[in-house]
């Protein structure tokens, strides 16, 4: 409510940089005031909510890589591409209060079709829906991986004329599918669909009108090609060869000097199984590509693709905070990723994926330790969007 006082007190906190013991957050008007780490009381006039000794204060968790309007079924290529824009809208509504469920705070859409994430964060309030960063339809070749989407554009003048429209239309970051995907049929992710000059031309015109740029990249020779040409954020990251897959160290040093960060589309539905055949046939060694990634000390920030298929619906998200963890990240570090390295990424590093004075007040409660189980990530007690609860 606004103008109205509110202290929750907790036994632990993680504020996006490291954990201390015992924290009390004041917030205001859904801005976090003050974090208190020295166990004072509660004001006077404030609303206070105890949530016990073994319960963690954290920011709410950072989605680098959402699709608000596919509907996280196995034929949600062929919905998306068919349903009407009021049923997109209904879909991506239901999706983004689902995110917000497992708190997920901020979503970044890397593809919706005819820009209807924009018209969901114009037309809901906060409390219905995560921060949303949003791409529109992603730019893609004549009939190239997500050419539904609405996206199409090759050569030079279409290309600027995609960023433009982007811009104009409010979107904040520009994606690119650099190579071919898996779920479009007749796309291969081994392909390269554009020549890097044309990226880079994608890539100057969307700095200049001050937006950030994605590229969607499957292949190794791919990364290879894209790796040094200043997106600010490389999707998937997956390294497919013909035969499986095969991490370049050459690619790992170019994004660990520029600081790119990287988004590899991990976790997976309890009970599922990946369904796309060229993921299918790799998965197995995906596990092995994630830790050469971690181990490289590049930035890695969960980007889960949700909607995609089943097995990655939405409120897919804590379990993708658990493969990084299997895959040699340290819980500390996975949190990080989830909440500051995250809000960065998508630029929102000023007033998310922080608890410090002047963030917004998105915040979840953990019931358990997420240092000493990464799986307490799957029980979120509860979820305040911009000051007010909303689970
Ligand atoms: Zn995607």
Same mark, same amino acid.
């Given at each position: 409510? %606004? ?17 201390? @013991? ?8 859904? +801005? ?5 780490? =020295?166990?004072? #009381? ?16 954290? @920011? ?12 996280? $079924? ?12 009021? $049923?997109?809208?209904?879909?991506? =509504?239901?999706?983004?209060? %689902? ?7 901020t979503?970044r ?18 409390? *219905?829906?995560?921060e949303i960063v949003a ?9 190239? &991986? ?11 003048? #279409? ?8 811009? #104009?239309?409010?979107?904040d970051v ?14 291969? @992710? ?22 950030? $740029? ?7 020779? $791919? ?12 999707? &998937? ?54 830790? *050469? ?5 590049? %930035? ?11 097995? /990655? ?26 909440? =500051? +390295?995250?809000? #960065?990424?998508v630029g929102r590093?000023?007033? /998310? ?31 305040? %969007?911009?000051?007010?609860?909303? =689970?």
């Amino acid at each position: 409510m %606004r103008g109205e006082l509110l202290a929750l007190r907790a036994g632990h906190v993680f504020d996006g940089v490291r954990a201390a @013991p015992s924290g009390m957050l004041l917030v205001e008007d859904g +801005v976090i005031l003050d974090l208190d780490l =020295r166990g004072s #009381e509660p004001p006077q006039e404030a609303t206070t909510v105890d949530f016990g000794p073994d319960a963690w204060l954290l @920011p709410g968790f950072v989605d680098a890589h959402v699709h608000l309007c596919w509907d996280g $079924t196995n034929d949600a290529v062929a919905h998306v591409a068919a349903d009407s824009r009021t $049923t997109l809208f209904e879909i991506a =509504r239901a999706n983004a209060a %689902r995110a917000l469920d497992v708190g997920v705070t901020t979503v970044r859409d890397l593809g919706d079709r005819d820009y209807v994430t924009l018209d969901l964060r114009e037309k809901l309030a906060s409390g *219905e829906i995560p921060e949303i960063v949003a791409a529109g339809p992603p730019i893609t070749t004549y009939g190239g &991986h997500c050419h539904f989407l609405g996206g199409e554009a090759e050569g030079a003048e #279409e290309l600027l004329a995609a960023v433009h429209e982007r811009a #104009e239309r409010g979107c904040d970051v520009v994606k690119v599918m650099a190579s071919g995907g898996n779920s479009t049929p007749g796309s291969s @992710p081994l392909v390269q669909q554009y020549h890097p000059v044309e990226l880079s031309l994608v890539i100057a015109e969307a700095r200049r009108l001050c937006l950030a $740029t994605a590229a969607h990249a499957h292949a190794a020779d $791919t990364l290879a090609e894209i790796a040094g040409l200043g997106f600010d954020t490389l999707e &998937h990251f997956s390294f497919f060869t013909p035969d499986g897959v095969g991490v370049r160290r050459d690619v790992l040093d170019e994004v660990v000097w520029r600081g790119t960060y990287v988004s590899p589309s991990v976790g997976l539905l309890p009970g599922h199984e990946p369904t796309l055949p060229e993921v299918a046939k790799r998965y197995a060694s995906i596990g092995a590509v994630v830790g *050469e990634i971690i181990a490289s000390g590049a %930035r890695i920030v969960p980007g889960t693709d949700s909607g995609v298929s089943a097995a /990655k619906a939405h409120g897919v998200y804590p379990y993708a905070l658990m493969d990084l963890a299997r895959y040699g990240m340290g819980n500390l570090d996975v949190l990080r990723a989830a909440t =500051r +390295v995250a809000a #960065e990424a998508v630029g929102r590093g000023e007033t /998310k994926g922080r608890l410090r004075p002047g963030a917004d007040a998105d915040i979840i409660v953990l019931g358990r330790s997420p240092l000493a189980d990464i799986s307490a990530v799957t029980e979120v007690r509860a979820v305040y %969007r911009m000051g007010e609860r909303v =689970r």
